[in-house]
């Protein structure tokens, strides 16, 4: 190989391979330490904004956010619903027992007297929409709702972390008004579920829609 094509190919090597690059540049750079030194940063700023530019910083990185399927069957909501009681609250019994009855696209379930959930699915038998209503009448009532909503943030978008699970039920003003007599209602939207909740005279409900 000539002079000159070493020096492309090392060159190009530094661009699109850097490690590669670098390792080439150690063996064969007919240049002195600073101008490898200089070449080798130049190279490496390009590949950053090429893969910028491209969106691949992250996957690169490895701070890639895994995309997670949101729409489920009943079944397979309830088996990673109960997946994250086991793991999150196991000390609170909150796991769904049996698997849901459907009717006229619609199931529920009742956690206690005043918890009930509520889901509907589409055609395909894939969730669409889940509700929870409740009617808090003391503090344990309301501590157990607070459970079971962090726990189907949990199962519908498992890669929120416990403080983003919890920013969740804070955008809702959950944590404040769960058991208050006040009118509200509020919005916010974590990947591809849109949680809401609306609650009139110390009654609420929660709304997790599939995007």
Partial sequence: MKFYPKILAMLTLCVFIPPLGWLVMYKVSPFDRRTNIFIAIACAAFFVYAQV???????????????????????EFRKNFNSSAQKFAPNLSLEIPDSFIVKDRKFNYSFATNITLEGTINDEDKITELKIFAAPVNKDESFQTINVLGLLIATLNPELDIDDRSEVIRDLRMLKNVSTEEAYDWTTTRGKVKYSVHSDKGQSTFTAELL
């Fill in 53 to 75: 530019a491209a969106g691949n910083l992250d996957a690169i990185l490895g701070t890639e956010r895994k995309s997670f399927e949101v729409r489920l069957t009943p079944e």
